[in-house]
């Protein structure tokens, strides 16, 4: 009979693989983007307004890519994760509610949320053995 315990032995492995692969969507399909393009920094900055936020949109906007950027690479790098994993995790969850208010449903918020969710397990699982914080 198989035995899925055979997996156990593939922990870190498998930590590498979800935080390289997390951190590549984020730096390359998200921060990169974004950040190349001034225009969208104080549209992506305008989330915070559903949080009673309604002053300096274009320096929350550059703070949120910068935290995806910074964030991606240091999750791809396993450095410093766990704090770049709770960044991350904080603004997917704006994400999440810029996304549900203005456009009226949770399907609209189901990616930003399914990402914070992954960034807090990353945040709690920590890098794992194959990381530059490996000790």
Known sequence: ?????YFDRWHDLGLLVLRTGVGAVFLFI?????????????????????LG??????????????AMTAGATCLIL?????PAALLLTITMLVAAIWRHYPFGGW???AYPATMAIVCFALMIL????YALAAR
Request: aromatic share 14%; charged share 15%; net charge positive.
């Open 1 to 5: 009979m198989w035995r899925w315990s």
């Open 30 to 50: 998200h921060g990169i983007p974004k950040l190349t393009d001034p225009s969208s920094w104080a549209r992506i900055g305008r989330a915070v307004s559903y």
């Open 53 to 66: 936020i309604d002053f300096a949109h274009q320096s929350w906007g550059l703070a949120a890519i910068l």
């Open 78 to 82: 396993g450095f410093l994760q766990r």
């Open 107 to 109: 399907n609209e918020s």
């Open 126 to 129: 920590g890098p794992g053995k």
